[in-house]
């Protein structure tokens, strides 16, 4: 702390928070600038967007001089920026359109839709990196439980199998991912990117020997809603989640409960341990190897129970490689999340709007504008501003990705 | 653990230590180079391919049969075929007498499988490179998109060029273009830290959503002659890489192999003998201590990002101008060219040797177990042995990563290979 008197020490602020506080405006800007453009506002001048994303511009820029986080700071000028430009195509489109695009509650249940995939393989991740082993066979055990959720519901006549398989799938892909960066000592990315390749491997084949060339039936018992009279029957929360599917509920109750294992039981307090200096647990008479084993086969079921929900719960059917990188937008979620379900969860909101406004943009525009196939890579490119920006300095668990060996 | 006595030992330089330091990664590294340099990648293939047999016997298929059917379709028999055969010089009319009949059908299988090889060695190097210093760049395949389009837009365009300018025009953009655009990793990675496994991935996808933008249909680059077609404009025929075995029309062998092979030279002498290639491999082996020791981790993470992209856009450029000419949806949609290479790097350990064999390899495999190469009595619905493929090669990511099981199948040497112990004292 600089000892020369400054107008802001007397004023009793921190340098370090006003410049956190000036990178989240800047933030909070570049998603206004785009707000004020949709329903119910609706600006239809382009400087609207332009000048509210400037000054989110410029707080980015003042958070920079003022000492902020690289990360924090260039996040906020790119949000700014992406504000702008969505803000600006939305005024170009007619009102009629974004009044059919937007309709809130309907974009807020497809955003939780879209979430609850991303949210069980974060979930997963946090199990799996909180006990020191990275897990980018997220994907492939998403991938997995897709298929033999889907696989599971058509031939043994019910949804439930089909979870029951799901998971399953997911835990056994998750077991060889343990077994070979636990036991054998592998670089755990090298394998989990080979489960990833497996699983593709290993659902197209039996995608294509069980269903062949006429795709999946549509008549496979899907994950039911569940139907809230008093909420349905709400002005506009009804619509958004009177009426949501079963798994999505357990979602919302597994972040809760996770956040509560982690930090509130020895469960979590031994994981945690784990992850953080295995030799200190090894110590005291964890067995580093068991928990380890256990949160990878827990973090593949998890991946595997959102898998289930994207094919069975979603799609309605399957395709090969149905996941197209869902798992490693919830393992960036994780880092978002800084290793936490909460954190996580609301990243995953994040991106499961994202994902749910690039399969609705384009429909503003009407059919034949080809640009609008940009939007799909808007996750992506979200993800990747997030994972680059406005995350901050997030510090994993100390142990991840180090092999144990037991002395 | 020491378990001498307990008095300090001085050690006197020249007099050597009495016990050896405990064993670190790089010590088994080391072993791991001078034993099983060569046996272990060929027992982590072999292994692989008979787990790989033990799925197709498990799906109800004759493993075997499936197995001939792959051998036959990579064309490798061609070399064991000796006879007495003629060969025109390329280039002439001149004929000369050559062992090998360059003709046959096994010929033509082979003339694919080296296409693929070309291909594969260049995408290998751009995982191969990066993981030299400590990167897993699994964004080979947005890497390749990013050349590719470039070398489409380049080679159909500027018409009336003279063709070898046109040529290296369009390969220095590609590679460039790929440079670029591995560049954003690197950037993200030597800035703000961001893990270059998640960025790679999310910069895979845009180049894909890119990609079925300029080409799809409305798309800027889309087809001038075929409004409905989503698909691009051909290259033109002057801009087309040369053609030295097959037909020039039916996906012969053009000279994109050879520039591929003077990459493998470049890499070898770039990561062997200069000062980028020691920086490079420094921060890969242990980015702290380059650090301590002057290097600057930040500028290597950047440029080995971007030399990575010049090999992966050199690959989309010599597959654009070589035999593909145009690139459409389903083409963007279903190529992995790229994620191969991270096998292959992998398999050959990231040396430019390694890479050059287990690009044969991977090559011979994708081609073998192409739809048109397998017999109908292997598989009732061909597409399986592309799955298959993809199968193999998982297995063969996942026995890499196991060195320990491979070298302790490969030889109970009983010397501390075993899991979970340290050298004694």
Redesign the interface.
């Given at each position: 702390m600089s000892v020369a008197p400054h107008a802001l020490e007397r004023s009793g602020i921190d340098r370090a928070d006003l410049a956190r506080y000036l990178g989240w405006t800047g933030v909070g800007l570049g998603a206004l600038a785009f707000f004020l453009v949709l329903p119910p506002v609706t600006a239809r001048s382009p400087i609207v967007p332009v000048v509210v994303g400037g000054l989110g511009i410029a707080a980015g820029a003042l958070a920079a001089q003022q000492g902020a986080g690289r990360r924090l700071a260039t996040g906020a000028i790119a949000a700014a920026i992406l504000g702008i430009a969505l803000g600006w195509l939305c005024t170009r489109s007619d009102v009629a359109s974004l009044d059919q695009v937007f309709v809130w509650s309907a974009l807020i249940a497809a955003t939780l839709r879209a979430a609850t995939p991303l949210t069980f393989a974060a979930l997963g991740g946090i199990v799996s990196e909180r006990s020191g082993v990275v897990n980018i066979g997220l994907e492939g055990m998403l991938l997995m439980g897709a298929f033999f959720g889907f696989l599971g519901a058509d031939k043994l006549g019910s949804w439930w199998w089909g979870i029951v398989c799901g998971v399953l799938a997911g835990a056994a892909l998750a077991l060889v991912h343990a077994f070979i960066s636990i036991h054998l000592r592998a670089d755990q990315i090298v394998s989990g990117f080979a489960a990833n390749f497996l699983a593709l491997g290993i659902t197209g084949y039996f995608f294509i020997e069980v269903y062949s060339d006429q795709g999946t039936p549509g008549d496979v018992s899907n994950i039911p809603s569940i139907s809230i009279p008093w909420i349905r029957d709400l002005g506009f929360i009804g619509p958004a989640i009177g009426d949501m599917h079963l798994l999505i509920w357990v979602a919302l109750v597994f972040v809760v409960l996770s956040q509560l294992v982690l930090f509130r039981t020895p469960i979590g307090l031994r994981l945690r341990a784990v992850g953080e200096h295995p030799k200190a647990a090894d110590t005291v008479g964890i067995s580093v190897y068991a928990v380890r084993y256990g949160a990878v086969v827990l973090s593949g079921a998890l991946a595997g129970l959102g898998g289930v929900y994207l094919s069975n719960g979603i799609t309605h059917s399957f395709n090969e490689n149905l996941s197209a990188g869902r798992g490693f937008i919830a393992l960036a979620a994780v880092i978002f999340g800084r290793w936490r379900p909460y954190g996580a969860f609301v990243a995953c909101l994040l991106f499961g709007f994202t994902e749910a406004l690039a399969l609705r943009l384009p429909g503003a525009y009407g059919e034949d504008a080809a640009w609008t196939t940009l939007f799909r890579a808007l996750p992506y490119v979200v993800t990747l501003i997030v994972v680059a920006g406005v995350v901050g300095r997030s510090i994993p668990p100390a142990a991840v990705g180090r092999p144990y060996v037991k002395q | 653990?020491s378990t001498g006595p307990d008095e300090p030992t001085v050690q006197q330089p020249g007099t050597g230590a009495s016990e050896p330091p405990p064993e670190r990664t790089a010590d088994r590294l080391a072993r791991w180079q001078r034993a099983g340099g060569l046996v272990a990648p060929i027992m982590t293939a072999v292994l692989a391919f008979l787990a790989g047999g033990i799925?197709v016997l498990a799906?109800g298929h004759n493993p075997i049969e499936v197995y001939k059917g792959i051998w036959n379709g990579t064309g490798l028999e061609w070399f064991y075929r000796l006879g007495s055969h003629e060969v025109g010089l390329p280039w002439s009319d001149a004929k000369v007498w050559f062992p090998w009949d360059t003709a046959s059908l096994a010929a033509e299988n082979l003339q694919q499988t080296l296409l693929l090889t070309a291909t594969l060695i260049l995408t290998g190097l751009a995982v191969a490179f990066a993981f030299r210093c400590g990167l897993?760049n699994?964004g080979g395949q947005g890497q390749y998109f990013a050349g590719a389009y470039v070398a489409i837009w380049i080679g159909s365009s500027f018409a009336g060029m003279n063709s070898f300018l046109h040529i290296v025009f369009a390969i220095v953009a590609a590679a460039l273009a790929g440079a670029a655009f591995a560049g954003i990793a690197g950037i993200?990675k030597a800035?703000?830290?961001?893990?270059e496994?998640?960025?790679t991935?999310?910069?895979?996808?845009?180049a894909?959503?890119?990609g079925?933008?300029l080409f799809?249909?409305?798309?800027p680059l889309?087809n001038e002659l075929q409004e409905f077609s989503p698909t691009s404009n051909e290259v033109l025929e002057e801009a087309r890489l040369p053609v030295f075995w097959g037909d020039p029309f039916l996906q012969g062998l053009h000279v994109g192999l050879f520039l591929s092979l003077a990459a493998l030279v470049a890499f070898w002498v770039i990561i062997n003998r200069t000062t980028l290639g020691y920086e490079v491999r420094a921060v890969g082996f242990n980015p702290e201590a380059a650090r301590y020791g002057g290097i600057s981790v930040a500028r290597n993470y950047f440029l080995a990002m971007a030399i990575a992209g010049v090999f992966a856009g050199f690959a989309g450029a010599i597959d654009m101008l070589g035999w593909r000419f145009s690139i459409g949806f389903s083409d963007i949609q279903s190529s992995t060219i790229g994620?191969v290479g991270?096998?292959v790097a992998?398999l050959g350990r990231n040396t430019a040797i390694g890479v050059g064999l287990s690009a044969l390899v991977f090559g011979a495999l994708v081609n073998g177990t192409a739809t048109r190469n397998i017999p109908p009595e292997a598989f009732d619905?061909p597409?399986?042995a592309?799955?298959?493929?993809?199968?193999?090669?998982?297995?063969v990511?996942?026995f890499?990563?196991?060195?320990?099981?491979i070298l302790y199948l490969w030889a109970k040497t009983g010397q501390r290979i075993g899991?979970?112990r340290?050298s004694p004292a």
């Amino acid at each position: 702390m600089s000892v020369a008197p400054h107008a802001l020490e007397r004023s009793g602020i921190d340098r370090a928070d006003l410049a956190r506080y000036l990178g989240w405006t800047g933030v909070g800007l570049g998603a206004l600038a785009f707000f004020l453009v949709l329903p119910p506002v609706t600006a239809r001048s382009p400087i609207v967007p332009v000048v509210v994303g400037g000054l989110g511009i410029a707080a980015g820029a003042l958070a920079a001089q003022q000492g902020a986080g690289r990360r924090l700071a260039t996040g906020a000028i790119a949000a700014a920026i992406l504000g702008i430009a969505l803000g600006w195509l939305c005024t170009r489109s007619d009102v009629a359109s974004l009044d059919q695009v937007f309709v809130w509650s309907a974009l807020i249940a497809a955003t939780l839709r879209a979430a609850t995939p991303l949210t069980f393989a974060a979930l997963g991740g946090i199990v799996s990196e909180r006990s020191g082993v990275v897990n980018i066979g997220l994907e492939g055990m998403l991938l997995m439980g897709a298929f033999f959720g889907f696989l599971g519901a058509d031939k043994l006549g019910s949804w439930w199998w089909g979870i029951v398989c799901g998971v399953l799938a997911g835990a056994a892909l998750a077991l060889v991912h343990a077994f070979i960066s636990i036991h054998l000592r592998a670089d755990q990315i090298v394998s989990g990117f080979a489960a990833n390749f497996l699983a593709l491997g290993i659902t197209g084949y039996f995608f294509i020997e069980v269903y062949s060339d006429q795709g999946t039936p549509g008549d496979v018992s899907n994950i039911p809603s569940i139907s809230i009279p008093w909420i349905r029957d709400l002005g506009f929360i009804g619509p958004a989640i009177g009426d949501m599917h079963l798994l999505i509920w357990v979602a919302l109750v597994f972040v809760v409960l996770s956040q509560l294992v982690l930090f509130r039981t020895p469960i979590g307090l031994r994981l945690r341990a784990v992850g953080e200096h295995p030799k200190a647990a090894d110590t005291v008479g964890i067995s580093v190897y068991a928990v380890r084993y256990g949160a990878v086969v827990l973090s593949g079921a998890l991946a595997g129970l959102g898998g289930v929900y994207l094919s069975n719960g979603i799609t309605h059917s399957f395709n090969e490689n149905l996941s197209a990188g869902r798992g490693f937008i919830a393992l960036a979620a994780v880092i978002f999340g800084r290793w936490r379900p909460y954190g996580a969860f609301v990243a995953c909101l994040l991106f499961g709007f994202t994902e749910a406004l690039a399969l609705r943009l384009p429909g503003a525009y009407g059919e034949d504008a080809a640009w609008t196939t940009l939007f799909r890579a808007l996750p992506y490119v979200v993800t990747l501003i997030v994972v680059a920006g406005v995350v901050g300095r997030s510090i994993p668990p100390a142990a991840v990705g180090r092999p144990y060996v037991k002395q | 653990m020491s378990t001498g006595p307990d008095e300090p030992t001085v050690q006197q330089p020249g007099t050597g230590a009495s016990e050896p330091p405990p064993e670190r990664t790089a010590d088994r590294l080391a072993r791991w180079q001078r034993a099983g340099g060569l046996v272990a990648p060929i027992m982590t293939a072999v292994l692989a391919f008979l787990a790989g047999g033990i799925v197709v016997l498990a799906t109800g298929h004759n493993p075997i049969e499936v197995y001939k059917g792959i051998w036959n379709g990579t064309g490798l028999e061609w070399f064991y075929r000796l006879g007495s055969h003629e060969v025109g010089l390329p280039w002439s009319d001149a004929k000369v007498w050559f062992p090998w009949d360059t003709a046959s059908l096994a010929a033509e299988n082979l003339q694919q499988t080296l296409l693929l090889t070309a291909t594969l060695i260049l995408t290998g190097l751009a995982v191969a490179f990066a993981f030299r210093c400590g990167l897993f760049n699994i964004g080979g395949q947005g890497q390749y998109f990013a050349g590719a389009y470039v070398a489409i837009w380049i080679g159909s365009s500027f018409a009336g060029m003279n063709s070898f300018l046109h040529i290296v025009f369009a390969i220095v953009a590609a590679a460039l273009a790929g440079a670029a655009f591995a560049g954003i990793a690197g950037i993200l990675k030597a800035t703000v830290g961001a893990h270059e496994v998640i960025t790679t991935i999310m910069l895979n996808f845009v180049a894909i959503y890119v990609g079925l933008y300029l080409f799809g249909q409305g798309g800027p680059l889309q087809n001038e002659l075929q409004e409905f077609s989503p698909t691009s404009n051909e290259v033109l025929e002057e801009a087309r890489l040369p053609v030295f075995w097959g037909d020039p029309f039916l996906q012969g062998l053009h000279v994109g192999l050879f520039l591929s092979l003077a990459a493998l030279v470049a890499f070898w002498v770039i990561i062997n003998r200069t000062t980028l290639g020691y920086e490079v491999r420094a921060v890969g082996f242990n980015p702290e201590a380059a650090r301590y020791g002057g290097i600057s981790v930040a500028r290597n993470y950047f440029l080995a990002m971007a030399i990575a992209g010049v090999f992966a856009g050199f690959a989309g450029a010599i597959d654009m101008l070589g035999w593909r000419f145009s690139i459409g949806f389903s083409d963007i949609q279903s190529s992995t060219i790229g994620f191969v290479g991270i096998a292959v790097a992998l398999l050959g350990r990231n040396t430019a040797i390694g890479v050059g064999l287990s690009a044969l390899v991977f090559g011979a495999l994708v081609n073998g177990t192409a739809t048109r190469n397998i017999p109908p009595e292997a598989f009732d619905i061909p597409e399986q042995a592309g799955n298959l493929s993809l199968t193999i090669q998982a297995l063969v990511l996942l026995f890499i990563g196991a060195d320990i099981l491979i070298l302790y199948l490969w030889a109970k040497t009983g010397q501390r290979i075993g899991v979970g112990r340290r050298s004694p004292a």
